[in-house]
């Protein structure tokens, strides 16, 4: 079965990400988010995301990915993964995604994955469900039921 991965990039954009995001009703450039992933993801000892905003239950989490995750799948949800620094790859049981800053990929639900990181802690923007477990199907000692929000 062929599934529809993309892989894109934002560099260069115009309307991309430098014009900022919203976060309940307030502008907040590049700049805020910068600053949330100095103060929050470095302090922690396992890759966990951070919420950084919600838009119509769809949660926007930062994480610096630390080394491999095992293989997992989310039966409910897609996953949207955007390089914001360092190089990040997903795994997938016929072929690998790897990721620059700015380059992005989704992953359809259903389909087994595990994400890498390819250089010391890639930060990665994630889009998806609130209700996404970080591990999906297989359940952890990595897995978090609770993020902390920034």
């Known amino acids: ?6 892989k894109t990039s934002m560099a260069g954009r115009r309307n991309g990400l ?3 995001m919203a976060r309940t009703g307030m502008f907040l450039p590049v700049a805020a988010m910068a600053l949330a992933l100095a103060s929050g993801c470095k302090q922690k000892s396992q890759p966990a995301p951070d919420v950084w905003a919600v838009v119509n239950g769809q949660e926007i989490k930062l994480v610096k990915v630390k080394g491999e995750f095992p293989w997992h799948r989310h ?4 996953e949207f993964f955007l390089v914001w620094k360092g190089r990040f790859r997903v795994e997938f049981r016929d072929h690998i995604v790897e990721m620059s800053p700015g ?4 992953v359809p639900r259903g389909v087994e994955h595990r994400p890498r990181s390819l250089t010391p ?3 990665v923007l994630m889009f998806e469900p609130s209700t996404t477990l970080n591990t999906g199907d ?3 000692a990595l897995t978090v039921r609770e993020l902390e929000r920034l």
Request: aromatic letters at 0%.
């Open 138 to 140: 297989a359940a952890s």
């Open 75 to 78: 039966q409910q949800e897609d």
């Open 18 to 20: 430098s014009k900022g």
């Open 103 to 106: 380059e992005c990929v989704v």
């Open 1 to 6: 079965m062929n599934l529809p991965l993309v």
């Open 121 to 123: 802690e890639p930060v």
